[in-house]
């Protein structure tokens, strides 16, 4: 899903090589008069930057070979396209492009790799998951049932995810039960009951206009008396600024007391995706998100929005209709494919 | 409101030009800086955006132009390039026999969609039918199946066949006898081979007269793709985009439609299933610069007047009588039109932003308390609530029954005073017939800033 990102920023850098290697060239003979305008424009600004200071005369010439703030902003400008063309959020580029200000300005941009820096400024803003079932599988000694609370604003995916969760769960020898708490919807009852009988697991149900904390907390209920490891809570999908629908969700959390609360979004959200992800995360202080429809937008730019503003990490990525088309989100991969 | 961000960016940059006394290059680069960001953080193509800012640049480093010449030109500049980003309006011109085939991403509001189009336009007297082909999500038929109950329309659907193919010659001849087919067809990726060549068939087979993409608010850089896609598989003939009452400025979704010259038809409002609007650029700007939008206001006054009642009340007031129970129903349909701040927002010189939000939670938890302060009235009281205005005991013992204050009673009262008020002007036999125009509502706005108290 990286792909074209990966792509862009490989131009990007080997664009800067060659040019880094066509001003070296030229530099070797003076003697060719005619130079591409580009390029002579190029030699010219990077000599403002590395040659510039060293005009300053004497032995504190030296310390003044600093990069600049408009030089770094220039620098920057181009990265900051590529990140937007891929979706990252103004705010999440905004936050990456100052943290990465602090730490280079004043240096010697002969030193600066910016590449480099940028994939580091990324690593740190993306975190890695723990280990979904080993996490359960921990708390279940414990106490039993683990309650699983999914959230999100209409259309996400909410439950198709949960039957996915399921599905995995199921494999990793995981008992599962869930709970039909979208109790809105037209049809969602409907919904997971037909992935409930698919994955041949009980649903807790009621009527729709119902509360839908009494839902989940039946379930629990349910769980527990028939020793069901997890229990999956399903919500309405709501969009983030109805003030009421968002007390509802905060209900049901406190109510159900869920050991896992989940925000799914979707990756081919834009910049709305920071605002989505920072409503639900101060509502209901999120565990981790998944984000669904990663098989349609290979941008994936939503990722680092989300984990920047949220610092939670990415538990999961959706990436089709089937149940098996869960992926667990792998940073390193994810960074790799990056390919700085 | 939702675009108080965008709209705000572009008023400051406007505001900044037309009292600077010099447009130099710093006043010029901070604006479009501002402008700038505002679009991206709209979710507009980051190219689009840059190409504006080069032209607004273009423009104000010419030198040839100076002064207020130059101020002018710029406002225009930003103006129209909006406008352009937004496209041009155009109507959906249904004949008077037609089929609507619907399509787009995954949970991008297909069948919540198409049961609110279905509903307008039955409203707008047309035989409308409902026609279900998504055998893929689970409970996709489920879904229009109530919804059509909802929206008191007919669906035709088979919970069972998995080949939208035969669910199309099962109904093929009933649905001849229905002046507007709406078809609800699965969730797809503009990406996926298979899924395109799916629909292609299916459009082959069906010849509907228009195919509408259906698109989030919310979508990112990756709108232009998906529309780019689906309108080379199929020439989609317009656009609706759902989910325009989030926090998301739908940037990427409106331009997508106008870069590939797909219309776009309608905005999805709410939950509800009359939350469905037509959809202008021209007034989509004037609420990104805070004018409000009364034609917005009008049409969803349209949809939400429940005939029956309306005549009723009217009937009533042709009488003379107008009685607190009205005034209760009439609150009522007006609450059914949406949230308050939703409403406010519309109404020109009213800016949701300048009333606190709990203020309008507070408003909605008063109909509750007024609701209970009526039930506790006698008849006598419910019919001619004159009569309490002078009796501080009669309303010190509804307050007492209902659980409410005196305070409470006395506003509700002083409403009622009001409406009964405005309908002794010259508008009511306007209002009366149901119809209300453009001038009638900024009378009433103006009459109702003064008084309201929210």
């Known amino acids: 899903m990286f792909g074209k990102l990966k792509e862009k920023l490989k131009n990007w850098v080997s664009k800067k090589k060659e040019e880094e290697i066509v001003v070296k060239t030229i530099k070797k003979t003076p003697t060719k008069k005619e130079k591409p305008k580009q390029t002579k424009e190029l030699e010219q600004s990077l000599e403002e930057t590395i040659e510039a200071p060293i005009e300053e005369k004497g032995f504190f010439g030296k310390f003044k070979k600093r990069l600049t ?28 492009k100052l943290s990465l200000g602090e730490k280079l300005i004043g240096q010697n941009p002969k030193n600066v790799d910016l590449a480099k820096e940028l994939k580091e400024s990324i690593e740190s803003i993306l975190i890695d998951p723990p280990n979904f ?47 039909a708490a979208d109790t809105f919807r037209a049809a969602s009852i409907e919904q997971i009951q037909q992935h409930a009988d698919k994955l041949k697991v009980h649903l807790t149900k009621k009527d729709y206009g119902s509360d839908p904390a009494s839902v989940g907390f039946d379930a629990a209920v349910y769980a527990k008396k028939n020793k069901i490891d997890v229990v999956l809570i399903d919500t309405a999908g709501r969009m983030q600024n109805k003030d009421t629908l968002m007390q509802e969700i905060e209900k049901i959390a406190r109510v159900n007391k869920p050991n896992m609360k989940i925000f799914v979004g979707e990756s081919i959200t834009g910049n709305d995706a920071t605002e989505q992800a920072k409503i639900f995360n101060d509502t209901i202080d999120l565990t981790g998100i998944i984000l669904s429809k990663a098989d349609v937008d290979e941008k994936g730019g939503t990722a680092i929005s989300v984990s920047h503003i949220t610092k939670k990490p990415i538990l999961f990525l959706g990436t089709g209709q089937e149940y098996k088309d869960l992926e667990i989100f792998d940073k390193e991969n994810l960074i790799k494919k990056l390919d700085l | 409101m939702v675009l108080d961000k965008l709209g705000s960016a ?42 504006l800012s080069q032209k607004i640049k273009k423009l104000a480093y010419d030198e040839n132009i100076k002064g207020i010449e130059k101020k002018e030109q710029l406002v225009k500049l930003i103006h129209d390039e909006i406008a352009s980003l937004l496209g041009n309006k155009k109507e959906l011109d249904l004949p008077k026999k037609a089929s609507i085939m619907f399509l787009g991403l995954y949970g991008a509001g297909k069948t919540t969609t198409i049961a609110k189009l279905g509903f307008y336009y039955s409203k707008r007297g047309r035989k409308v039918a409902l026609l279900g082909l ?68 299916l459009n082959k087979k069906l010849k509907p007269d228009f195919r509408i993409l259906v698109m989030p608010a919310d979508i990112g850089q990756t709108a232009k793709t998906q529309t780019q896609e689906f309108q080379k598989a199929l020439s989609i003939d317009g656009v609706i985009i759902t989910r325009m009452d989030g926090t998301s400025k739908a940037g990427g979704a409106l331009t997508a439609c106008a870069e590939t010259k797909a219309p776009v038809f309608f905005i999805g409002v709410g939950e509800q299933i009359h939350e469905i609007e037509t959809f202008d650029p021209e007034s989509f700007i004037q609420r990104l610069l805070g004018m409000g939008n009364l034609e917005a206001l009008l049409e969803h006054v349209k949809s939400a007047t429940d005939e029956k009642q309306q005549k009723r009340i009217e009937e009533r007031m042709q009488e003379g009588k107008f009685t607190l129970l009205d005034l209760y129903s009439q609150l009522e349909q007006m609450n059914k039109m949406g949230s308050m701040d939703k409403l406010i927002g519309m109404v020109p010189g009213m800016n949701a932003a300048k009333v606190p939000k709990d203020m309008l939670a507070k408003q909605e938890g008063k109909m509750k308390h007024w609701k209970n302060a009526i039930s506790s009235m006698t008849e006598e009281e419910i019919e001619n609530p004159e009569i309490l205005e002078k009796q501080t005991s009669r309303i010190q013992r509804i307050a007492k029954g209902s659980g409410t204050t005196t305070t409470e009673i006395r506003e509700l009262l002083k409403q009622y005073k009001m409406i009964k008020d405005m309908m002794g002007m010259s508008s009511v036999e306007g209002l009366a017939e149901g119809k209300i125009d453009k001038k009638m509502m900024q009378k009433m706005a103006k009459k109702f800033r003064g008084k309201v108290k929210l």
């Open chain 1, 133 to 179: 079932i080993e996490t359960i599988k921990e708390s279940l000694e414990m106490k039993s049932p683990y309650v699983i609370l999914l959230a999100g604003i209409n259309g996400s995916g909410k439950t198709t995810t949960i039957a996915k969760l399921a599905h995995y769960l199921q494999k990793n020898k995981l008992s599962v039960c869930l709970a």
């Open chain 2, 10 to 51: 572009l008023k400051s940059g406007i505001k900044k030009i037309s009292s600077a006394i010099f447009v130099d290059k710093k006043l010029v680069d901070a604006i479009i800086k501002d402008i700038q960001r505002a679009l991206i953080e709209a979710d507009v193509n980051v190219e689009l955006v840059f190409a």
């Open chain 2, 134 to 201: 998504d055998t893929q999500r689970p409970a996709a038929m489920d879904q229009l199946e109530q919804m059509a109950k909802k929206a008191k329309l007919p669906a035709f659907i088979d919970k069972k066949e998995k080949d939208p193919i035969k669910i199309i010659k099962q109904y093929e001849t009933e649905l001849k006898k229905y002046d507007l087919i709406l078809i609800d067809t699965a969730g797809r990726d503009g990406l996926n081979k298979e899924l395109i060549k799916e629909i292609e068939k």
């Open chain 1, 69 to 96: 703030d408009e030089k770094f902003e220039e620098l920057f400008a181009g990265l900051e396209l590529i990140l937007l063309q891929n979706n990252v959020a103004y705010e999440a580029v905004a936050g990456i």
